[in-house]
């Protein structure tokens, strides 16, 4: 039998799970070890040969490890992260700002290249398996309009990013289709369409308490490579009502199972 590739997640969080089943599901791969900046112990991995590590243990498996996956978000985990842990291991990640990524990669390919270690960036959907999907359609289709609608749905990075904003408590962020939009182009229309045009951007906020709410609903949308570009609602909730109310309003997925996935 082939040796196995042992594998190293950082983040526990929903891409972290996700990438747990999906190691379960490969038979070259085997996964040593998850890394939090969390209280190892209350991470509850149910996973009985798999250690949970604080994060600052992290160079201690430089000779156990031979993949680090980063599952941490793209706002502010990444691009501290990456360049850290290429500078000990492979990596992996699914960086997704799309304007940020020649930095990104400038950044993590000084770090490896110094460190003799390789690094792939932005493995993901989008960019990733969309991105492939691109470009086999514009190879197939020269002359076509390259038009992309996402939703309705929760948006992981983009909620990630919401909650990052000084005074929020928690949030989430669903990207919503212009259907004036679609309907252009379905009628064979090729409209040009500015970001703005395609997508609104609805986010539902628990501030903390006492917070600044214009504040954080200013800083929400002047966001860069997240929502300046786009038409954005910030509505702002009490944590029970996000908790019950908000992930069935544009999801066709039930609210406990957004709440089960998501929050």
């Known amino acids: 039998m082939h040796k196995k590739i042992k594998l190293g997640i950082v983040g526990l969080g ?15 791969m085997e996964l040593v070890a ?7 112990k209350d991470l509850n991995l149910d996973e009985p040969n798999v ?12 000779n156990e490890i031979d ?3 980063l599952c941490g978000g793209s706002a502010t985990d990444l691009p501290e992260q990456t360049p850290y ?32 270690t390789t690094s792939i960036i932005s493995v993901g959907r989008d960019p990733g398996l969309f991105s492939i999907n691109r470009v086999m359609a514009d190879a197939v289709l ?44 379905r009628n064979g229309e090729n409209p040009e369409l500015a970001t703005a045009d395609k997508h609104n ?19 929400i949308k002047s966001m860069p490579n997240y929502f300046a570009d786009y038409h954005t609602e910030v509505h ?15 999801s066709p997925r039930t609210a406990e199972e957004l709440r089960r996935d998501y929050l």
């Open 142 to 185: 020269p002359n076509g309009e390259n038009y992309t609608f996402w939703g309705k749905g929760l948006s992981q990075g983009h909620s990630d990013a919401v909650r990052r904003v000084e005074g929020v408590k928690n949030g989430v962020q669903y990207t919503i289709p212009s259907e004036d939009a679609m309907d252009k182009v």
């Open 34 to 40: 998850v890394f939090t900046r969390r209280d190892p």
């Open 85 to 116: 842990f290429a500078s000990m291991f492979d990596t992996v990640n699914s960086f997704d700002a799309h304007a940020k990524i020649p930095e990104f990669y400038q950044a993590v390919n000084e770090v490896a290249t110094a460190n003799n």
């Open 236 to 250: 702002f909730i009490s944590e029970d009502e996000l908790k019950r109310e908000a992930p069935s309003y544009f």
């Open 67 to 69: 993949v680090m996956i």
């Open 14 to 28: 929903n891409l972290g799970k996700g990438a747990i089943e999906a190691i379960k599901q490969t038979q070259d």
């Open 51 to 62: 250690k949970a590590v604080h994060i600052s243990e992290a160079t201690q498996y430089k």
């Open 201 to 219: 951007r609805v986010c539902y906020i628990v501030a903390e308490e006492g917070a600044d709410k214009a504040k954080i609903e200013n800083e």
